[in-house]
């Protein structure tokens, strides 16, 4: 099978910033335990290999202890992958990293471990392991401006390497300053197209701009290189709290917005598609208020992120709602020992759905949710062709081609 890179793919969920700053962290993906992990972190902090802040750089973190010019980033970790099936303890990270602040992120962006030079930098008593604490975490001293644009610069010119000429950032904490900052990144590789979604609890920042229109690079001050289009309102339900769902939906809809929702178990999709279906797209030509600016005329489809886990009727109700699912087949590969060791058989069975979604009609685009997994087009297609967990989902390879080269759920 030839699955070598072509133009035109699009990888249709991924996280730019969060790319651009893996690559400027100490790696710790191959550990295969927390032994071997903690060796990777205790080499770095011994061999200085600390990234450090401009001099004279201030932020929130520094009245906390410690200096701000000088933290320990560390990327790629799951605990379902170490040998020990678990986290890192806050005690152990101390053990290798002592006064050094340290935040050591989760393959997947969603924990962070901190140990206790960083927890008390960001007013935590002890270090400890924050589940979806992007509050707290946002107070971690960060690489410049420049510094950042130029690491998305690298990503981007990356994705064009890999024949991929068009990108959905993903991230729920987008607002109008990331999206300024990732044009500035676009006007050096006009290659690669970006679109971004928007936080839906975070529209208000937009100024008024809607779904579809352009954001500009300052560079460039002009529509075309240089800017990003304004995805959909993206839906981050609260660790372990669904209920939030349907007010972020709503909110969306105020501002005339699709959601996109992130969704990665049955509780959530369930929650989800009964959001969805209480608030569902206002009418053309409608608004709801003077401040919510009329859309173009037409109602864009929602999406569902991941779909990790559905039942068969869940399946069913996305086909009749018309709402698109975003996925990432290389997770059913890389985290099948996961998968074996969690789940049943019959919901191994209902694992990252892809055939049951097309022989449904519904729209399907395959993406990477960079940089959880590579931005690598072949890999997602060997995924969705030679998948060993539910077989019964496996396509063929020209149909999973097309869905890397099918315009995105966002066109």
């Known amino acids: 099978m030839n699955t070598a890179p072509a133009l035109g793919y699009q990888d249709d969920h991924l996280h730019l910033l969060a790319c651009a700053a893996a690559r400027r962290s100490v790696n710790v993906q191959a550990a295969a335990s927390v032994g071997e992990l903690l060796d990777v972190i205790g080499h770095a902090v011994r061999g200085s290999a600390v990234p450090t802040l401009p001099p004279g750089r201030q932020d929130s973190a520094e009245s906390g202890g410690g200096d701000s010019r000088r933290w320990l980033r560390v990327w790629g970790y799951d605990d379902a992958l170490l040998a020990e099936r678990r986290h890192p303890t806050a005690a152990e990270l101390d053990a290798v990293t002592h006064d050094v602040p340290t935040v050591l992120h989760h393959v997947t962006g969603h924990v962070a471990v901190v140990n206790t030079a960083a927890g008390r930098a960001l007013g935590l008593t002890f270090g ?17 401006r420049s510094a ?211 022989r449904r009609g519904i729209c399907v685009t395959l993406s990477s949710d960079a940089p959880t997994v590579p931005p690598d087009p072949a890999e997602w297609i060997a995924a969705a062709t030679d998948r060993d967990l539910a077989p019964s989902e496996r396509i063929d390879a020209e149909t999973a081609r097309r869905l890397c080269m099918g315009g995105g759920a966002d066109r």
């Open 128 to 144: 400890d392991v924050l589940v979806e604490r992007q509050d707290l975490l946002a107070a971690v001293p960060r690489h410049d």
């Open 148 to 358: 950042t644009v130029a690491g998305v610069t690298e990503v981007l010119t990356d994705l064009a390497s890999a024949g991929i000429t068009a990108c959905t950032d993903a991230t729920h904490t987008n607002d109008l300053e990331a999206l300024e900052l990732l044009a500035d990144a676009a006007a050096a590789v006009p290659s690669v197209s970006i679109t971004a979604m928007v936080g839906a609890d975070r529209l208000a920042s937009l100024g008024g701009r809607g779904f579809g229109t352009t954001v500009q690079s300052a560079e460039t001050a002009k529509v075309g290189p240089g800017s990003v289009r304004i995805g959909h309102a993206k839906v981050m339900p609260p660790h372990d709290d669904d209920t939030a769902i349907a007010d972020l939906v709503s909110m969306a809809r105020a501002h005339r917005f699709p959601v996109a929702v992130h969704v990665m178990d049955i509780d959530t999709l369930q929650v989800t598609l009964e959001a969805l279906e209480a608030h569902p797209p206002l009418p053309n030509g409608t608004s709801t208020s003077e401040a919510a600016p009329i859309g173009p005329d037409r109602t864009e489809p929602d999406r569902i992120e991941h779909c990790a886990l559905a039942l068969p009727e869940q399946l069913d109700r996305i086909a009749r709602l018309g709402i698109k699912v975003v996925t990432q087949p290389s997770f059913v590969t890389r985290r099948a020992q996961k998968y074996r060791e969690q789940l049943s058989p019959t919901e191994q069975a209902w694992l990252w759905p892809l055939a049951s979604l097309l």
